[in-house]
Nanobody, 125 residues
Framework: QVQLVESGGGLVQAGGSLRLSCAASGRTFSSYAMGWFRQAPGKEREFVAAIRWSGANTYYADSVKGRFTISRDNAKNTVYLQMNSLKPEDTAVYYC??????????????????WGQGTQVTVSS
């Protein structure tokens, strides 16, 4: 079992930046993929980005491609989500998730078996 704790959320103006962090514990961090999802009020949770265990492969939703960057530091057991050029539509609770089953497709919630509690990101216009 993996425990995940997100941090770094907050209130930012449109066009600004935030960096989210997710600290993991409980299993060898460098052995599994990580992802970020988000859920806006009244909407379903959606995929944002994912990264393989080595960091060599990353994946993004079209809505954030070119603005968000996912990265990981396996020495610190932490995954990051750098968010630039934020828009009001990026407002959501952001969740990090771990895939310890080596799933092939990382764009869906069902591929991830451990979840953090979420951190609120609010982008004002």
């Amino acid at each position: 079992q993996v425990q995940l704790v997100e941090s770094g959320g907050g209130l930012v103006q449109a066009g600004g930046s935030l960096r989210l962090s997710c600290a993991a514990s409980g299993r060898t961090f460098s052995s599994y993929a990580m992802g970020w999802f988000r859920q806006a009020p009244g909407k379903e949770r959606e995929f944002v980005a994912a990264i393989r265990w080595s960091g060599a492969n990353t994946y993004y939703a079209d809505s954030v491609k070119g603005r968000f960057t996912i990265s990981r530091d396996n020495a610190k057991n932490t995954v990051y989500l750098q968010m630039n050029s934020l828009k009001p539509e990026d407002t959501a609770v952001y969740y990090c998730a771990a895939d310890t089953r080596s799933s092939w497709y990382l764009h869906t919630e069902s591929s991830f078996d451990s979840w953090g509690q979420g951190t609120q990101v609010t982008v004002s216009s």
